[in-house]
């Protein structure tokens, strides 16, 4: 970092942080404070220097005519610093009545008031814990308060784009034999399915529950879970299949069986055939057994 700035920070803090300077813990946080707050102000700073969504006096609108431009409108933000105040460009249309703010559909914000980073850092921690812990450790890690309904409502929002975009994967997978790209490629996978029931507004319901995992070069073991309360064949296909074409190499050819415990029902064989075209370089281990109960935990919101 620029020494002349460490050198100003140093100058403005040190008479309050030379206070704790034999106490590490309480130097660390007080910093940590400091920081937060100054990038609280710098990100404040920053957007407020840039158009935000302002695409000259019209724009197009989908029923034919153009939204014209109103003016700024306010949108308060929670990030990972804390809230800031951002105007954005707003369009509004006569015609159809439609009203749009181009900055929020850009920069990712969509109708909710977080911020890319603060939604990523509650999605990450909400794989693994309940809304109410992931809001607990939010304002444990980062200051902020983002309550669990809110959380609850994001997740639901992400996963939904997720599984949408496995979706269409798939469907082209289907029709036209176009594997997407693989995010890793890995020499061996591993595949587990099961079942499990789990209770909704309406009721009870069997939740069908997957694991595909592998081991990195390091000998580490990866996972990547998947769930939906599909029947076993829908299941195999659009979700056990999707993911494991996913993962694999364009030049892979696999054969694997996912049995469905505890009914052992619907075993569903992935064959040569599935993959017409590919050359094969080798062949899947696949391991059957119950799912963890991180997965369980992950499907309230599939």
């Not at 109103?70 to 929670?78: A, S």
Request: contains cysteine; positive net charge.
């Amino acid at each position: 970092m620029n020494t002349k700035i460490m050198e100003e920070l140093e100058a403005a803090y040190c008479e309050e942080l030379n206070l704790l300077a034999d106490d590490l813990g309480a130097l660390e946080q007080a910093i940590e404070a400091k920081m937060r707050q100054l990038g609280q102000g710098l990100l404040q700073r920053l957007v407020q220097r840039q158009p935000n969504g302002y695409k000259g006096s019209s724009i197009y609108c989908n029923c034919g005519g153009s939204k014209r431009f109103v003016g700024h409108r306010t949108k308060n933000i929670n990030t990972i610093f804390g809230w800031i105040k951002i105007e954005r460009a707003y369009y509004h249309c006569r015609h159809c009545g439609v009203g749009l703010a181009p900055y929020d559909l850009d920069s990712g914000l969509g109708h909710g008031q977080l911020s890319a980073g603060l939604a990523k850092a509650c999605c990450l921690l909400a794989v693994d814990d309940s809304f109410e812990q992931t809001s607990r450790k939010i304002e444990q890690l980062f200051g902020q308060e983002v309550s669990p309904n809110t959380i609850d409502r994001l997740t639901h929002q992400v996963g939904s784009v997720l599984l949408q975009q496995e979706d269409e994967q798939l469907v082209a997978f289907q029709t036209k034999r176009q594997i997407p790209d693989a995010q890793i490629t890995p020499g061996r996978v591993y595949i587990a399915a099961d079942g499990t029931t789990v209770h909704e507004t309406d009721g009870w319901h069997e939740s069908k529950l997957g694991v595909i995992y592998w081991e990195d070069g390091r000998g580490h073991r990866n996972s990547h879970y998947v769930g939906r309360f599909d029947n076993s064949e829908i299941f195999g296909w659009r979700r056990a299949v999707a993911v494991f074409v996913k993962l694999m190499r364009r030049s892979l050819w696999a054969t694997a069986r996912l049995g469905f415990a505890p009914k052992n029902a619907d075993i569903l064989t992935v064959r040569r055939s599935l993959l017409t075209g590919i050359t094969p370089v080798s062949t899947c281990g696949i391991v059957q057994s119950h799912c963890s109960a991180k997965a369980v935990r992950r499907q309230r919101s599939g």
